[in-house]
Structures are given as C-alpha cells and as structure tokens.
C-alpha cells in the first residue's frame, strides 16, 4: 500500500516551523525523549513562557504530542504525522541533542518541575 503525502501547503507549514532553531532543537530533542517544560526551560536557556509558546505551534500542527503525567505535561514527537517521515530525514542533519539531555541529567535537573 502506497503511503499518501501530505498536500504542498501542509509540507510547507512544517518546514517553515522547523525553520525557526528553537523549534528545530525542540523536536529533534523529543524525537527520542519525552521531555517536559521545565527541562526545555534548561536545555535552552529560555523563559517558560517562550517555551509553551514553541511547543504550543509545535502541538497544533500535531508535530509534538503531549501526555499529562501528574501536574505536569511531558512531549514528545507524533510519529504519527503525515510529514514525520519527512521530519526525521530532516533531522539525520541536526546536531545529536542527547549530550545535552545528558548534561542536564548530570546537573540533576532531568524532568526537575518543581
């Protein structure tokens, strides 16, 4: 059975979110790991706010998933999207992100939401 592809302009819509660097890192780090905001907040030096408001484009487009555990939501990347296939030939060219899930591990902060 043939797999269908998305439509041009859906195509786009996803490549233009993977286009911004935060969102790149985003997904490329949730491909293989669940990873909740508090950890995002570390990993990329950045405000909660901004954070929720990458992963809330990324979970729109359906590119992220997002799973309650508790009082906090943990993310991780839809295999399930029409473009997933797409997206994860895309990110056989980013940089590996799991040294700094690693990292952030070693400084005791992995899934830290306190």
Known sequence: ?????????????VLKLLGDNTRLSIVSLVQN???CVCEFVELLDMSQ??????LRKLRDAGLVKEQR?????????????PSA??????LQHVPDQNEKLQQLERDGLRI???
């Open 69 to 81: 555990k508790g009082h906090w939501i943990f993310y991780s990347f839809n295999r399930e999207h």
């Open 33 to 35: 790991h669940e990873c």
């Open 1 to 13: 059975m043939e797999k269908i592809k998305p439509e041009i302009k859906d195509t786009a819509s």
């Open 85 to 90: 296939e797409m997206v994860e030939d895309i």
């Open 112 to 114: 830290n939401c306190d």
């Open 49 to 54: 706010s901004s954070v929720s408001q990458h």
